[in-house]
């Protein structure tokens, strides 16, 4: 299957402070890769979507100048939490679709190991 | 917009049994159906998918059928063991779209 990499793996911050967290496709090429939050043994809450060379597209209630989210390239998005807060900490991760081919039939997400971010 | 309820919450098995757990999706216009298995602290791993145009795919000790009339979707894990022991979500997918994720269950498969 596809690899997604997520770089950190765990990060601590300060209250205040920016974090960048960074998703990239080893082995394809994502035009689409999502970001999710997971709080503990709860679902994923899909916070964007995020098109290669385009805009965010943000779920209803994500601020969207608080989770700054950028796909500069077809293989690397990444999501700055920006002034965070204690509020913040969660396991982030992210996913990135690999297009089926199938005639729109639906297409098939791969996801990273997430990121464990916690402020202090 | 899409609906997903995931059955049961929890699951324990003893080793060597079965497992099957159930998906109901509201959107009849959904068409890819993916599985997922999370173990604790790591993202999530795709184990086996199903598209709408199909009703039943086995890869191994796992299997998912699909039933389009009644909206539902299972996952069935035979010969269970310890490692298998992980929390499992079920997706249901419209087209090119964004997923809509069940709320997972915990599997405890005890040795």
């Known amino acids: 299957g596809a690899v997604v990499s997520q770089h950190p793996s765990r990060v601590i911050c300060k209250s205040g402070t920016s974090v960048k967290i960074e998703c990239r496709s080893l082995?394809?090429?994502?035009?689409?890769m999502f970001w999710y939050r997971q709080f503990p043994k709860k679902s994923l809450m899909l916070m964007a979507t995020s098109n290669e060379g385009s805009k965010a597209t943000y779920e209803q209630g994500v601020e969207k100048d608080k989770f700054l989210i950028n796909h500069a390239s077809l293989t690397l998005s990444t999501l700055t939490v920006t002034s965070a807060h204690p509020e913040d900490s969660s396991f982030y991760i992210c996913s990135a679709r690999v297009p089926s081919g199938r005639g729109g039939l639906g297409d098939t997400q791969y996801f990273g190991p997430g990121t464990r971010l916690t402020v202090l | 917009g899409e609906n997903v309820e995931q059955h049961p919450s929890t699951l324990s098995v003893q080793e060597g049994d079965s497992a099957v757990i159930k998906c109901t999706y509201s959107?009849?216009?959904?068409?890819?159906f993916p599985w997922y298995k999370q173990e604790l602290g790591k993202g999530p791993q795709l184990i086996i998918d199903i598209r709408s145009n199909v009703g039943e795919k086995k890869d191994q000790r796992i299997a998912v059928t699909l039933n389009k009339t009644a909206k539902h979707f299972s996952l069935h894990i035979t010969e269970t063991q310890p490692e298998d022991s992980a929390v499992y979500f079920c997706a249901a997918t419209l087209g090119a779209g964004k997923s809509t994720f069940g709320d997972g269950t915990t599997l405890t498969v005890k040795p």
């Open positions: 082995d394809f090429q994502a035009t689409t």
């Open positions: 959107d009849s216009a959904s068409n890819y």
